[in-house]
Structures are given as C-alpha cells and as structure tokens.
C-alpha cells in the first residue's frame, strides 16, 4: 500500500490567559491511500485538533504546531506557506464538519457553494462547472438535482444539508477527505442513509477517509483502522477488529464496557470514573493513570512507548511491558466474537 | 410483577399540543397520546428530532398547556384549574432534568442556591444550617462533595453540571422525574456514570422515571418500557426487551435496524433497512397513518384511515393498519 499521509510526534498548543494549553502531545499516525482511519476520543482528547493541524486550519494567532511532521504525500505541510495550503484545501484534501446547518453559507445558492472550488482549483468555466455540481448533487442522493442546484441551504432538510457538503468536499476529487463528527448532528435513519452514502462514495472514488467520532458504533460500520486519542496522545492504534476484539489499553476497555449492548442483557454500565485530564498542566506520566484501575507507579511517573502487539496493532500502557502484572480486561469490555 | 398489578401513577389520555406558528398555521408537536406510566418504573421515550418527545414531556409537566387531553397524576388532572397551592402541590412531586448542563443552571447562582432554591419555595428548611444540611447531603448523594457548593456553575465539567441538575430535582423530595435527554450532551465514559447514578437513586428512593432520549441502546438499558414517537404520535409502546427483539411497527423496525452497533462483524452482515427520504413537517403532516409516507409496507387504507392504538400481543401496543384484522379487510 502506498503510504498517503503521515504524522511524526505532531504537537500542538494553545495560548490562552491561563497557559499554554497543550492540545496534542506527540501524535505519530500513518494513513495509505484509499484507506479509512477512525480517531475516537472523548471531547478535549484532541482529536478534532489532530485533523485542523492536518488541514492548517487552526487560528495562527492563538495556536501553534510545536514540533513534529505532517507527511502529506511526502511533502510537509507544517512548513507549508499560506498559498501553498490554499491549493491543497478542497483539491487534494477537504472536509466534512460535524454541523451542515452552520458550515454553509446561508446567502449563496448550493449550487455556487459548490461550483466555489471547481473554478478555483480545476478552471473550469461557469457551465462545466454548473453541469459538474448537478452530476455532484445527483452522486450524494438529492433528487431533482437541476431544480436543487438554484437553491438555498435553508431550503433542504437537515440530512440533505450534510449531503450537500459531502458534494462540495468530493466536488475535486481530493486524496483524503476528513470527516468531523458527519453523522452527529443528524438523527439516526438520516445517520444510516449518510453512512451509507459515504461508504458508497468511497468504494466509488477510492477517496481515503479519516473519521472523527466519539461514537463506537458508526466506526465500526465505516472505519478499516482506529485510533484511540486520550488526553491528546493516541494511547491505542490497530484495524478495527483489533480494537474491538482485542483491545489492549484499559481507556479503550473503559469506554467499550460503558457503552450499553443493543443485544445483550443489561447489567450495570462499567463506568469509567474521574474526568479526563487538565491539558493546561498535563499529567507527567500516562494521561489515563489517574483514571485507571490498573495504574502503577511508573504510570504516574513516565509516559508509556507504544507497544507493538502485532504489526497493525500498537498500545501505549505500561501493561505490555514484560515486567508489568498481566491484566485481562473486564467482561464487559468484550464485543461480539470475544465475548 | 405482572404489568397488571402495577399502581398506575401517571395516566395520560389524548394529549394534544398545538403550537401556533404564524399565518394561521398550526404546528401538531404533539397529536393525541395516550400512554400511562406505572409507579416505580422507568418509561422511556424515543423518537427522532421532531417527533414531539420532548414537547410531551414538557407538557406533562405544565411547562406547556395542553391544548387538549388530560394528565392524571395519581387520579388527578395536571391541566385542570389549579389554584397556586394546589400547583405547588404538583412540582413538588414532578420534577425535570434537562438535556444542557450548561444552559439549564443559572450561572449567576451559587450550586447551594441553585439547589435550594427548590427547598426555600416550599419551605422545606426551617433554617440556614437545616438548609445547608440537606444541601450538603444532596451533594453528597450525587457523588460531589460538599465543598463544591460555593461555587458556580461554570467551574464544572457537563457531567458535574447534569449532577448539580440532578441534585436540584431531588432536592423537593419528587416521586416522579421527567429526564428529558440527560446525557445527550455528554461524552460516552460520563454518560455511564449519570446513567449508573440515576439507576441507583431510582432504587434507593422508589422514583418514577419518564426518560426521553433519542441513543436507543441508552434508552433500553435504562428503560423497563419503551415508547416510540414519530411525528407527534406514539406508534409503538412495549416491554423494553420485547421492543428490541420483536418490533412490530415498521418505524420502529427502521429504527432498530438504522443504529449502528460497536461490534465490526455485525455491522458488516447486517442489512439494514434504509429509509427513503426525511421525516415530513408536522404543519403538514400526512393524512391516515403519518409514517406512510416512508414505509416500505404502505398500503391504501394507510392514506384514508389513521391506524388505531390496538394492544396486538400482551403489553404490546402499536398504531398499524398491519395488525388490525379490520383494516386490513378493507384494504
């Protein structure tokens, strides 16, 4: 597979009046072309964070990225002018946000929203670009798309709006597609008709996608790999059945156990208890400790390596150590097959 | 227990909330529901956004006036002319918890405050310390302590805010709690901790829950019954197992089959059942059965006759012209 996108120890911060707040501490991630990664957290994990630093949207007066690469078909974007990154924005690389009712323009038809990229990126004349977003808008499941295409985001539903975006994103066909949170805003038979919609597309395009969600159940049903972000690092990595089936670190145990099953008998949640990490004055050792019931010293003292377990799967807990106790997760950490 | 031998505590008949909403027209949030709720269980009610849960909810509690029907709380009618002893008689013993932890604490008032404020109005406190006292002892039994109640809302996270919320609606001492999407605006691992507090506190305290929430895995841990809600009616009401394992309306079928599951292998295999298009407006709703218009069994007699609450298997109710014998002769 020919690697697409890579990050090395990205960190970033922000200023605020009480510090620098360090949203994201060393984050390494690698995505091949074609491929669909998840990054599930918590809000404040720095997930949304990652995929902005990806995307060099983040507020230059307020933020910054302190150290580390980000490999964008070998070339670094942290290092990227500001013309530079314009051309990759919407060509090579676009983005979903979480609300289609705020990430549209309200005084533009959608039709121009999405014609917006196309004659900048592609040169295209008004009437190529114009016959482009109907073919678009038809692709993402509107119907009646040449009467659609004059209209107004106020004028569509909810689940219409997010398709409407998903166009715009697509409209050049970009290498990698960042989804933030796509289907949160939206109700769940809209949900299953989006998710759907994206898996269609990207079997279609071949488009890779990184997905952020904080629900375990929509990366299951789109992502191939997953990344678990806790308190701005990622603290688990592995394909999705890993994750799901053999979960190494006692964060991504916690937050399967405190997930109630559809299909199974209902005890009691597994809660995980505390609250996540302060980044303003992150924790020395592994951000999860304090909320873990298997922390050790060296937990709270030294931040754990990532371990391989296999060759996709890789865990930041000290538990893998060949020193530490071993530690089977919790019953009701299991899903599925593993139960 | 049997669902027979169960004291009804709450008992809503044909309950209708019309909004107005300009130009004579007239928004139908909720339209003629019927459901009764059973002392000490915990009724859960979902639907998508829209469907008139919530509006419900808040009209079972006199936030909204009924526009029509009645709400029989322990034989007695919310809606009826109420003199204001009378009404505080009521919130006293109903209570609500809303969805945002951020918007429903007023941020100008101390957590003690916030909490008591409940206690001063029916002077359930003969005095400060008396006051403090059971202050301290709320805090206490929602998991924070009782340092926290000097300070202000905005110096908690959302899942210590929903506590101070929870701890304001016991304050009064309620039987009853209208949990209108508790944990919706909170992250997942939180999310476990409220449920898990507020499964507790039902079973120290006998309370009644009408839970509302559109996570229906959430709902079904929490819930011993379920109603489901489509645009302003309720078309399905069960057992919360039998709900999951043998759907009957079709809505709730979609719903069901709409929810993505944590568990890879299943979502691979599974087939889905993809509903066509969006839920219509309630100004405008659909004549007959108001789902019609996205259901994969649509027949005739679907647009000519609005489908009947029939109890089809015990403890079993559901609106749908394919489980009445009648309707379907007509088709």
């Known amino acids: ?339 | 227990m049997s669902v027979k031998d169960r004291e009804v505590l709450l008992e809503v008949k044909g309950l209708k909330k019309y909004f107005e909403v300009g130009k004579k027209q007239v928004l139908k949030a909720v339209d003629n529901v019927s459901f009764e709720i059973y002392k000490g269980e915990t009724l859960g009610l979902v639907g998508e956004s829209g469907c008139g849960k919530s509006t419900t909810g808040r009209t079972i509690i006199r936030l909204y006036g009924a526009t029509e029907g009645e709400v029989n709380y322990e034989g007695e009618n919310v809606h009826g002319k109420k003199s204001r002893k009378d009404l505080k008689k009521f919130n006293r013993k109903m209570q609500m918890i809303f969805q945002d932890p951020y918007a429903s604490l007023n941020p100008r008032m101390t957590v003690k405050d916030i909490i008591a404020e409940g206690i001063d109005i029916h002077g359930l406190a003969k005095n400060d310390k008396e006051r403090d006292a059971r202050v301290y002892e709320l805090l206490e039994t929602v998991g924070l302590n009782k340092d926290h109640a000097n300070r202000y809302p905005h110096e908690f996270s959302g899942g210590q805010r929903q506590r101070i919320g929870i701890a304001r609606a016991l304050a009064v001492d309620p039987d009853f709690i209208i949990a209108d999407e508790p944990i919706s605006a909170l992250d997942v691992s939180i999310q476990a901790q409220v449920v898990n507090l507020m499964m507790k506190l039902q079973k120290e305290r006998g309370l009644t829950y009408l839970f509302i929430a559109h996570d229906l895995s959430m709902v079904k841990h929490i819930s011993d019954r379920v109603g489901v809600m489509y645009l302003g009616s309720m078309v399905e009401l069960t057992g919360s197992d039998m709900l999951y394992e043998e759907p009957l309306h079709p809505y709730t079928q979609a719903l069901l089959s709409a929810i993505p599951v944590p568990d890879p292998e299943v979502e691979r295999s599974r087939e889905r059942i993809i509903l066509e298009g969006d839920v219509p407006s309630p100004i405008n709703p659909p004549s007959g059965c108001r789902f019609r218009t996205r259901c994969p069994h649509a027949m005739d007699v679907c647009a000519a006759v609005e489908p009947k609450w029939l109890e089809a298997r015990e403890g079993h109710w559901v609106a749908c012209h394919l489980y009445d014998e009648e309707a379907m002769k007509q088709n």
């Not at chain 1, 922000?14 to 072309?33: H, I, M, P, S």
């Not at chain 1, 002018?81 to 289609?100: C, L, T, V």
């Not at chain 1, 692709?139 to 998903?166: A, K």
């Not at chain 1, 066909?173 to 949170?181: F, H, Q």
């Open chain 1, 1 to 339: 597979m020919e690697k697409l996108l890579e990050l090395k120890n990205v960190h970033v911060s922000f200023n605020t009046y009480g510090g620098e707040v360090k949203a994201v501490r060393g984050v390494n991630l690698q995505l091949d072309k074609g491929e669909s990664l998840a990054i599930v957290g918590e809000s404040g994990s720095g997930k949304s964070v990652t995929s902005k630093a990806v995307m060099r949207l983040l507020p230059a007066k307020t933020s910054k990225i302190k150290e580390g690469q980000i490999l964008f078909e070998g070339k670094d974007l942290v290092k990227a002018s500001n013309r530079e990154m314009e051309k990759i924005r919407g060509a090579e690389i676009s983005m979903i946000f979480q609300d289609p009712m705020t990430s549209l323009n309200p005084t533009m038809t959608v039709g121009k929203q999405i014609m917006e990229g196309l004659r900048k990126h592609q040169n295209m004349s008004k009437g190529e670009a114009k016959e482009r977003a109907i073919n678009l808008l038809k692709l993402v499941g509107i119907p009646n798309p040449e009467v659609r295409v004059q209209e107004y985001p106020h004028q569509f539903s909810g689940g219409m709006r997010q398709r409407v975006v998903i166009a715009i994103a697509l409209a050049c066909n970009p290498k990698l597609l960042i989804a933030d949170e796509p289907t949160t805003a939206l109700d769940v038979t809209i949900q299953a008709q989006i998710l759907d919609l994206m898996r269609d597309l990207q079997e279609k395009t071949g488009t890779a996608i990184i997905l952020i969600t904080h629900d375990l159940g929509v990366v299951a049903n789109l992502a191939q790999r997953v990344a678990v972000m806790y308190g701005g690092t990622i603290v688990e990595t592995g394909t999705v059945d890993e994750i799901f089936y053999k979960p190494k670190h006692p964060y991504t145990w916690g937050l399967l156990a405190s997930m109630p099953k559809l299909h199974a008998e209902s005890k009691e949640l597994l809660a995980i208890p505390g609250t996540p990490p302060d980044l303003l004055n992150p924790p020395k050792g592994c951000p999860f400790a304090a909320r873990c019931p298997y922390a050790m010293e060296v937990c709270v003292e030294h931040m754990p390596e990532a371990y391989d377990v296999s060759t996709s799967h890789k865990a930041a807990c000290w538990l893998l150590d060949e020193r530490a106790p071993k530690v089977e997760p919790p019953e009701e950490a299991l899903v599925g097959g593993a139960r």
